[in-house]
């Protein structure tokens, strides 16, 4: 039976490691909020920093809209969850994360009495699909002017790639173009 316990207590555990979630509750009643490593680290708090709902806030971007979510999240009407995304700017570090999370409230007598969340740290992924997103608007804009080119006739061809260039590396070598 302990050997079960453990093992069934290991999987949650190693499966946040495994996708590098943080664990986070909330109790609205007592103000009481518990993070823990991972999701203090998102904040750019060291492992022992004591949060609190300020610490909570003070960190995030356009605070109102996170405000908005969890008063929705908490009213017995609604399903008591919530899914948004925010940037966060590190207490101390100063670094901006950007932060996915879901929260599932707890009721009790049609009151909000707890909080339990995940939180994900998403900052790779947007940067990569802003890079993505830049790379598209060069492109854009070169096949614009190539096609405007003084009247005559351009054609360009895009050089094989092995992968997607950074756009430092994103220049006129990239494309072969020929008048006719």
Known sequence: MEVELRTTEARPRAATELVGVAVYSW????????????????????PDAEVTNEVFEAGIHRVQRVRQAIAACADPAGNGRYNIEYRVIGRIDGITRHIATARQTIFAKGQAIGFIGAALDVTAQRAKEAEVGASEALFRAFRKTA??????????????????LPLSEFGDSAFRCSHR
């Open 27 to 46: 109790d609205p009643l007592s103000g009481e909020l518990r993070w823990d490593d991972r999701l203090r680290s998102m904040w750019g708090l060291p």
């Open 147 to 164: 096609a405007i080119s003084s009247g005559s006739a351009t054609r360009c061809v895009a050089r094989p790639s092995t992968g997607a």
